[in-house]
């Protein structure tokens, strides 16, 4: 069955750096977009990123453009993102997920993992 595992996350000081993993499996992993998104405490999930199946695509939410990165190692089945400069306001459970449909993008998400949260605190 299809399972996303995120790991990473942690408490970091404002204008730290943290690099989040999803590892993937039950699933051809390469053949579907992946998102990013997140949760902040009483808030409704959040976009975070999106990348394509073979990573030459990425999108992202204007809150986080020019301070993360995703990317993908499809031999892996892992994705990653990469975030720098954090923001408080950055802080949340963040989550993967795979897109509904095989080889397109639609823009809708499924199979969340069970998250792991990022704190930016000082």
């Known amino acids: 069955q299809v399972q996303l595992v995120e790991s990473g996350g942690g408490l970091v000081q404002p204008g730290g750096s943290l690099t989040l993993s999803c590892a993937a499996s039950g699933f051809l992993f390469e053949t579907f977009w992946m998102y990013w998104v997140r949760q902040a405490p009483g808030k409704e999930i959040e976009w975070v990123s999106v990348i394509s199946g073979w990573g030459d695509t990425e999108k992202y939410a204007d809150s986080v453009k020019g301070r993360f990165t995703v990317s993908r190692d499809n031999a892996k089945n892992i994705m990653y993102l990469q975030m720098t400069s954090l923001k408080p306001e950055d802080t949340g459970m963040y989550y993967c997920?795979?897109?509904?449909?095989?080889?397109?993008?639609?823009?809708?998400?499924?199979?969340r993992g069970q998250g792991t949260q990022v704190t930016v605190s000082s």
């Open positions: 997920a795979r897109d509904v449909l095989r080889y397109d993008y639609t823009g809708d998400y499924e199979n």
